[in-house]
């Protein structure tokens, strides 16, 4: 299967979720097919932030779309609630923006292993400074979210917080497929120990493991390049009119 076969996997289970979680919220088995989703994405993110021709663009599409996305939520809280809070949902930041920043992690740790190949050591400490830093910076987000949340009942959250920043990382620590699976495989456990805790469904995240075992490599067709960033959208904001006439 390539690129797109799988992507097209992911929709359809991000869909089944969300179906699970608008509109059909007794039927478990939707919200267990959906635990595909993030971790295919995840990887593609992995995978889009190695190979892409201009990371410029990559990045500023990933956050166009969380931005306008996260304002569609704050616009339908304002209109049925009245306003925003520290309580909103609207202060629960999407997962395009965590993949976002995933996107930045990757490509700085991709000029360090560029830069330490090449023989640059200034250039790559630069680089590991710069990097260690944004990841510090990021934690420290996540870190007084959580405090918040925990405390107060605040909604901030960078959503799947550092696993969902650190799970494409792991995509680029290296070339060869075996090890790049391996060290997706492990950060995807990881992944699955962290938030077993708050729900025992996502162990069935796991189920992406054959799935990417079948991936080939290639890209497919690029004329679905956008249909992809543009479902995410879709698909909630057609849901929710669902869910208001149901």
């Known amino acids: 299967m390539n690129r797109n076969h799988l992507k097209?996997?992911?929709?359809?289970s991000m869909l089944c979720d969300h179906?699970?979680?608008l509109l059909l919220p007794d039927v478990a088995v939707l919200r267990y097919v959906g635990r595909?989703?993030?971790?295919?994405?995840a990887f593609f993110i992995g995978e889009g932030s190695r190979y892409t021709?201009?990371?410029k663009k990559y990045f500023l599409s990933l956050l166009i779309?969380?931005?306008v996305c996260q304002l569609a939520y704050g616009a339908e809280e304002i209109i049925s609630d009245g306003g925003l809070t520290v309580y909103s949902q609207f202060w629960f930041f999407n997962v395009i923006?965590?993949?976002a920043l995933a996107s930045l992690t990757c490509f700085l740790f991709l000029d360090i292993k560029k830069a330490l190949r090449a023989r640059e050591f200034h250039a790559g400490a630069k680089k590991a400074g710069l990097f260690l830093l944004f990841l510090a910076a990021i934690s420290l987000f996540v870190f007084f979210a959580w405090q918040k949340r925990t405390r107060d009942g605040w909604t901030l959250c960078l959503d799947y917080g550092l696993c969902g920043l650190l799970m494409p990382l792991s995509v680029v620590c290296f070339d060869d497929k075996k090890k790049k699976r391996f060290c997706f495989f492990l950060s995807l456990t990881v992944y699955c120990f962290v938030f077993a805790g708050s729900s025992l469904n996502v162990w069935f995240s796991l189920l992406c493991i054959p799935l990417l075992f079948c991936y080939n490599g290639k890209g497919g067709s690029?004329?679905?390049?956008?249909?992809?960033?543009?479902?995410y959208p879709a698909h909630l904001g057609i849901l929710y009119l669902l869910s208001?006439?149901?």
């Open 8 to 12: 097209i996997i992911a929709c359809a």
């Open 19 to 21: 179906i699970g979680y």
């Open 222 to 231: 690029r004329r679905l390049k956008y249909f992809f960033y543009v479902f």
């Open 244 to 246: 208001l006439l149901f």
């Open 97 to 99: 923006f965590t993949f």
């Open 65 to 67: 779309l969380a931005s």
């Open 36 to 41: 595909i989703a993030f971790p295919l994405f």
């Open 53 to 55: 021709h201009n990371r």
